[in-house]
């Protein structure tokens, strides 16, 4: 919801302490975008971030590809 985005996932944006819970209940985000992938995993968004084998750098875990 919009009050859980700006109470809970906006300060974990902001503090960018790298302590990362990611929320399990919510929904949860598709995004291109590396910098907003990495935003949405500071607030603890489930992300899914979709992009072709051949981009995802080396160093980049991957949970499971699909």
């Not at 975008?33 to 051949?54: E, F, Q």
Request: net charge neutral.
């Amino acid at each position: 919801s919009f009050m859980d985005w700006v109470l809970i996932a906006q300060p974990r944006i902001s503090s960018g302490d790298g302590t990362v819970i990611v929320n399990l209940e919510w929904m949860g985000a598709f995004t291109h975008d590396s910098d907003m992938c990495n935003k949405l995993h500071m607030a603890g968004v489930p992300i899914w971030y979709v992009r072709t084998m051949a981009y995802i750098p080396a160093n980049m875990r991957v949970h499971k590809p699909v």
